[in-house]
């Protein structure tokens, strides 16, 4: 080789040292190109289905209706499906997908403080939207009725997680009666009934273990129902599929703020209303701070209840109200009632399901029903039923039907005011049941239960809402009537208190408090529990109760609730004395560091008087066909009508 024939990096070595790092550079550059375009980027969908023409989906040119979107069948981490706030869709949204932990899939609306709807034709073949196998999504501020079912989630995999349904209204939700029509799971979609949000599987791979969920850390959060069959339904086709396999199917569920009311499958078509809520397969719930009034309002051949619950194992309803599950009747005959018609439907195979601390009343049935009904199956253990309030159910406080095994568990420390029984025997026995200081309270004016009787006007039902600020105590002095909050004022919003919740100041000096006035002198009992409702951070809070400003619980000291406990502390006291006027002050303040953005605290108290002076008897003759120990006295009626 000559000199001349030397290669020019051997030639000009500064020179062919720069084009190398150059090339490299350039090839970098390409691979990192082809890289990114070779990566779906996470994408917003715009949709206005009051558009004049049809889009290309962004914010300046939205999609006319869902078309495009379940075009595209399978969304992306981080893409958003956003619906225009206040505008009425009347399609099917169809699709699936996956997101991460860090960028959830979402549908959620746009442009203005309304919520998006979905109204659908009100036909039981309707549905809002159908989702697929999702892992990390978002669903919130719709409106969805008029359909068979709102959402329907449907799995046919294992291994799914964190999906969060947030600030919902459904209504007339209805027409699919226990796998009816269009919720077959032959040809239909294995709806059993008809559900606001419906979880279910149809097709699911039975080679799975039963060891594997389904799907895990689901939150229901800030969700209204009306005129609906059921609006939450955990259910797997009545589980048919998990009594087949042994699966727990869903796991780590929080519901809370849930206001369901008058749910009556539309206005009492003939398909039934069952249930409110129906929870199978499911197993570390909590439900707290809800409201539940007049649900399963209308006629069922096989039973009516609030909460139908079947296979569910260590699940917690906590602080909450459930209210008014009515008498219907067979529109076809009259003298035909619904079963049970009770709050709480122990249907099958529970474990440490706990019913604790909340205000159950003015059920046409009984409060809470423990059934043995179904052999072979398994039966109900280690119940709980402690601190709640109890109150002019027609059967009772708690049902006993079936003798096919033994439940178990334990009843303690209830109030009570039930003209006819606080433990009816319906054809079996409480042997399995340990009972302790269940109180029967002799009126039930007699039973203050503060998230019941929770007003906007300051001293009704003698409670009060006050903040301490370091040298007095004042009440706070503005109410939000949308958001049923007490708060300084309207610019100032912490602390607060509402219907469950209250939410203390910054700085340990600072004290929030719900507060009872005692109407007259006697004896009372308290009933409580306190929990955090929102458990992302912070360091807990403080609680005690004081009476005239002296501590009486805990003993000493202040009790800590820790940042994540969700479960709560009791805060129960027994054979208080009081005189008129005394007052009796729940209160929380911010943790050990002072700091108050996580401390959103659920506390309920219930006090009841067991012996008093002056307290006038009370016959509100609530419950139809039960008289309070009056008798008949009308010549032309002698019946005795139910109240409100």
Same mark, same amino acid.
């Given at each position: 080789?000559?000199?001349?024939?030397?290669?020019?990096?051997?030639?000009?070595?500064?020179?062919?040292?720069?084009?190398?790092?150059?090339?490299?550079?350039?090839?970098?550059?390409?691979?990192?190109?082809?890289?990114?375009?070779?990566?779906?980027?996470?994408?917003?969908?715009?949709?206005?289905?009051?558009?004049?023409?049809?889009?290309?989906?962004?914010?300046?040119?939205?999609?006319?209706?869902?078309?495009?979107?379940?075009?595209? =069948?399978?969304?992306?981490?981080?893409?958003?499906?956003?619906?225009?706030?206040?505008?009425?869709?009347?399609?099917?949204?169809?699709?699936?997908?996956?997101?991460?932990?860090?960028?959830?899939?979402?549908?959620?609306?746009?442009?203005?403080?309304?919520?998006?709807?979905?109204?659908?034709? +009100?036909?039981?073949?309707?549905?809002?939207?159908?989702?697929?196998?999702?892992?990390?999504?978002?669903?919130?501020?719709?409106?969805?009725?008029?359909?068979?079912?709102?959402?329907?989630?449907?799995?046919?995999?294992?291994?799914?997680?964190?999906?969060?349904?947030?600030?919902?209204?459904?209504?007339?939700?209805?027409?699919?009666?226990?796998?009816?029509?269009?919720?077959?799971?032959?040809?239909?979609?294995?709806?059993? &009934?008809?559900?606001?949000?419906?979880?279910?599987?149809?097709?699911?791979?039975?080679?799975?273990?039963?060891?594997?969920?389904?799907?895990?850390?689901?939150?229901?959060?800030?969700?209204?129902?009306?005129?609906?069959?059921?609006?939450?339904?955990?259910?797997?086709?009545?589980?048919? /599929?998990?009594?087949?396999?042994?699966?727990?199917?869903?796991?780590?569920?929080?519901?809370?703020?849930?206001?369901?009311?008058?749910?009556?499958? =539309?206005?009492?078509?003939?398909?039934?209303?069952?249930?409110?809520?129906?929870?199978?397969?499911?197993?570390?719930?909590?439900?707290?701070?809800?409201?539940?009034? &007049?649900?399963?309002?209308?006629?069922?051949?096989?039973?009516?209840?609030?909460?139908?619950?079947?296979?569910?194992?260590?699940?917690?309803?906590?602080?909450?109200?459930?209210?008014?599950?009515? /008498?219907?009747?067979?529109?076809?005959?009259?003298?035909?009632?619904?079963?049970?018609?009770?709050?709480?439907?122990?249907?099958?195979?529970?474990?440490?399901?706990?019913?604790?601390?909340?205000?159950?009343?003015? &059920?046409?049935?009984?409060?809470?029903?423990?059934?043995?009904?179904?052999?072979?199956?398994?039966?109900?253990?280690?119940?709980?039923?402690?601190?709640?309030?109890?109150?002019?159910?027609?059967?009772?406080?708690?049902?006993?039907?079936?003798?096919?095994?033994?439940?178990?568990?334990?009843?303690?420390?209830?109030?009570? /005011?039930?003209?006819?029984?606080?433990?009816?025997?319906?054809?079996?026995?409480?042997?399995?049941?340990?009972?302790?200081?269940?109180?029967?309270?002799?009126?039930?004016?007699?039973?203050?239960?503060?998230?019941?009787?929770?007003?906007?006007?300051?001293?009704?039902?003698?409670?009060?809402?006050?903040?301490?600020?370091?040298?007095?105590?004042?009440?706070?002095?503005?109410?939000?009537?949308?958001?049923?909050?007490?708060?300084?004022?309207?610019?100032?919003?912490?602390?607060?208190?509402?219907?469950?919740?209250?939410?203390?100041?910054?700085?340990?000096?600072?004290?929030?408090?719900?507060?009872?006035?005692?109407?007259?002198?006697?004896?009372?009992?308290?009933?409580?529990?306190?929990?955090?409702?929102?458990?992302? +951070? =912070?360091?807990?809070?403080?609680?005690?109760?004081?009476?005239? +400003?002296?501590?009486?619980?805990?003993?000493?000291?202040?009790?800590?609730?820790?940042?994540? &406990?969700?479960?709560?502390?009791?805060?129960?006291?027994?054979?208080?004395?009081?005189?008129?006027?005394?007052?009796?002050?729940?209160?929380?303040?911010?943790?050990?560091?002072?700091?108050?953005?996580?401390?959103?605290?659920?506390?309920?108290?219930?006090?009841?008087?067991?012996?008093?002076?002056?307290?006038?008897?009370?016959?509100?003759?609530?419950?139809?066909?039960?008289?309070?120990?009056?008798?008949?006295?009308?010549?032309?009626?002698?019946?005795?009508?139910?109240?409100?």
């Amino acid at each position: 080789m000559r000199e001349n024939d030397l290669p020019i990096f051997k030639q000009h070595g500064r020179l062919s040292l720069f084009v190398l790092k150059a090339s490299f550079l350039v090839i970098a550059f390409i691979c990192a190109f082809l890289f990114t375009s070779a990566t779906a980027k996470a994408a917003d969908y715009y949709v206005d289905c009051s558009a004049a023409v049809n889009g290309t989906g962004t914010l300046a040119s939205p999609y006319q209706g869902f078309a495009d979107i379940n075009a595209i =069948g399978t969304l992306s981490a981080g893409d958003r499906v956003l619906l225009k706030s206040g505008v009425t869709c009347n399609q099917q949204l169809t699709v699936t997908g996956q997101g991460t932990a860090s960028s959830f899939i979402e549908i959620s609306s746009y442009g203005g403080s309304d919520k998006a709807k979905i109204i659908r034709n +009100g036909l039981e073949s309707d549905r809002a939207i159908k989702l697929s196998n999702p892992s990390f999504w978002k669903i919130n501020n719709l409106e969805i009725g008029q359909a068979g079912t709102g959402i329907l989630v449907t799995f046919s995999t294992a291994g799914h997680t964190n999906l969060f349904f947030t600030d919902l209204f459904f209504h007339d939700i209805k027409g699919i009666h226990q796998g009816s029509g269009s919720g077959n799971n032959v040809t239909g979609d294995a709806i059993w &009934n008809s559900a606001g949000i419906e979880f279910t599987s149809k097709t699911f791979d039975s080679g799975h273990p039963a060891s594997t969920y389904i799907v895990n850390n689901v939150t229901f959060d800030s969700i209204v129902g009306t005129r609906n069959l059921d609006t939450i339904s955990i259910d797997w086709y009545n589980s048919a /599929y998990m009594v087949a396999t042994g699966h727990k199917a869903a796991e780590n569920i929080i519901m809370k703020n849930l206001h369901f009311y008058d749910n009556d499958a =539309g206005g009492g078509t003939a398909t039934g209303c069952d249930d409110n809520v129906r929870l199978t397969s499911v197993r570390y719930l909590t439900l707290i701070d809800s409201n539940f009034h &007049n649900n399963a309002a209308c006629f069922s051949a096989t039973g009516t209840a609030a909460l139908y619950m079947a296979f569910v194992e260590d699940t917690y309803i906590l602080n909450s109200i459930f209210t008014g599950v009515p /008498y219907t009747t067979n529109p076809s005959n009259s003298s035909q009632l619904s079963p049970d018609r009770v709050a709480f439907d122990y249907e099958c195979c529970t474990n440490n399901l706990q019913i604790n601390n909340n205000y159950i009343a003015n &059920n046409a049935g009984a409060g809470i029903s423990y059934l043995a009904i179904h052999p072979g199956l398994g039966l109900e253990t280690n119940s709980v039923a402690a601190g709640n309030s109890f109150i002019n159910n027609g059967d009772g406080s708690f049902r006993r039907a079936g003798t096919s095994d033994t439940p178990t568990g334990v009843i303690r420390d209830n109030f009570y /005011y039930e003209p006819r029984n606080f433990l009816y025997q319906d054809g079996a026995n409480y042997s399995g049941f340990i009972q302790s200081n269940n109180l029967a309270i002799a009126v039930p004016s007699s039973i203050y239960h503060s998230s019941y009787q929770f007003t906007g006007t300051q001293g009704e039902n003698n409670w009060f809402y006050q903040h301490y600020n370091g040298t007095a105590w004042n009440n706070l002095g503005y109410y939000d009537s949308t958001k049923e909050l007490w708060m300084p004022s309207s610019t100032v919003n912490v602390p607060q208190i509402g219907r469950f919740g209250m939410h203390p100041d910054a700085g340990t000096a600072s004290i929030t408090a719900r507060v009872w006035k005692a109407p007259v002198t006697g004896t009372v009992s308290i009933r409580g529990r306190i929990l955090k409702s929102v458990t992302t +951070g =912070g360091d807990g809070v403080a609680a005690r109760i004081t009476k005239n +400003g002296t501590q009486i619980w805990p003993a000493s000291g202040s009790q800590t609730v820790n940042y994540n &406990n969700m479960f709560g502390v009791e805060s129960s006291l027994n054979n208080i004395t009081v005189s008129a006027g005394d007052l009796i002050r729940f209160e929380i303040t911010s943790g050990a560091a002072g700091a108050n953005q996580y401390d959103n605290t659920s506390w309920t108290p219930a006090v009841a008087y067991t012996t008093a002076t002056n307290l006038a008897k009370e016959w509100d003759f609530n419950t139809s066909g039960y008289r309070e120990g009056w008798a008949n006295t009308n010549q032309m009626s002698s019946t005795v009508a139910g109240g409100s």
